[in-house]
């Protein structure tokens, strides 16, 4: 039986989880929040039917859920990493490989900081399953798949990272295909392009005082508007995969991902994509009316961990962006005043 410690509690971690468990795994969890826990877990699934897993052993101390661990995952918000990893790192097995379900927030970058050379790390380029917490600790939705995964792999020779990616086929029973580089995880046109484009769109003229009657869904009244943008914004992102040498088509273009041409093909399919639907945008309520939630991790996770470790290589390579570098000053400069 593989024993898999999941490290972090979200949406992910609930998904990934309980289905890992309900598949013959045992399956550990590190959280800041244990007692808010159940050992059983109840996940749904698109199928219509409801997965029952079992964790046994839930702990916000590492020393308890690590050590005897086959692989961990990590399922953590980008400002967390650097502190989960430093706090793992002593209780880890040599040569137990670390990775995360979502890599576009910094782990590369940290975990080869952090982590003994000895360590292998993999990260997702995309995330394996869209994740929705029903009750916190105790059930969650499974809401689409992916129909392929694609691993990045680092630390690990060519015969390490095929026995990763076959190990990360089996667990999510999945299709998983080997990255030539971390590059080609670690940097993404999904959150940190899609929910900053959308955000902007959103609230660009946003200022104090200005207050919404109601919150629109964030993907089903997507715009053409937000759509242009991103398209723009992606441009400037293939310009630096273009100065990284990352293989040509290993990262598709948004309009290729999403297979469209233009921005109104690009605004119907998002609109139209089923596991989307009834994703609101983060506001919160104020009195009778609503606010942009600068607290949610649209902004604390997609600005300062995605979309700026975009911002920085841009700028280290010398290429011109303007319209990164419009939707990032934009955001920064909103959590810098409100998120705190």
């Given at each position: 039986m593989k024993r898999i410690c999941i490290c972090g509690g979200g949406n992910l971690g609930h998904v990934v989880a309980g289905f890992l468990a309900a598949n013959g795994c045992e399956v550990t969890l590190l959280t800041r929040h244990p007692e808010r826990w159940s050992h059983t877990l109840h996940i749904t699934t698109p199928e219509g039917t409801t997965l029952e897993g079992h964790l046994s052993t839930i702990s916000s101390t590492a020393s308890d859920v690590v050590p005897q661990a086959d692989m961990l995952l990590l399922a953590q918000p980008g400002f967390a990493i650097r502190s989960v990893l430093s706090e793992l790192r002593d209780v880890l097995r040599p040569g137990i490989p670390v990775g995360s379900i979502v890599s576009s927030t910094g782990f590369f970058f940290e975990a080869m900081s952090l982590l003994p050379s000895t360590t292998p790390l993999f990260g997702f380029q995309r995330v394996p399953f869209i994740a929705r917490t029903e009750v916190y600790g105790h059930s969650a939705h499974l809401l689409g798949y992916k129909s392929s995964l694609n691993l990045a792999v680092e630390r690990a020779s060519r015969e390490d990272a095929n026995r990763i990616a076959s190990e990360i086929q089996q667990l999510f029973h999945c299709p998983t295909h080997l990255l030539a580089s971390h590059y080609e995880a670690s940097l993404t046109n999904s959150n940190p392009l899609l929910h900053t484009?959308?955000?902007?769109?959103?609230?660009?003229?946003?200022?104090?005082?200005?207050?919404?009657?109601?919150?629109?869904?964030?993907?089903?009244?997507?715009?053409?508007?937000?759509?242009?943008?991103?398209?723009?914004?992606?441009?400037?992102?293939m310009q630096l995969l273009d100065k990284l040498h990352v293989t040509p088509g290993a990262i598709p273009t948004i309009l290729d991902y999403y297979e469209s041409t233009d921005?109104?093909?690009?605004?119907?399919?998002?609109?139209?994509?089923?596991?989307?639907?009834?994703?609101m945008s983060p506001m919160e309520k104020v009195g009778t009316t609503y606010i942009p939630d600068f607290h949610s991790r649209y902004f604390t996770e997609d600005f300062p961990y995605g979309l700026a470790i975009i911002h920085r290589l841009i700028h280290e390579h010398n290429i011109p962006a303007p319209h990164i570098d419009q939707v990032y000053d934009w955001g920064m400069n909103l959590i810098s005043r409100y998120s705190n």
């Open positions: 484009s959308r955000l902007y769109d959103l609230w660009h003229n946003w200022q104090e005082g200005i207050t919404y009657e109601s919150i629109p869904e964030f993907y089903s009244n997507w715009t053409d508007n937000a759509s242009s943008l991103l398209i723009a914004m992606d441009a400037e992102f921005a109104p093909s690009l605004t119907h399919k998002l609109q139209s994509i089923t596991a989307f639907k009834g994703i």
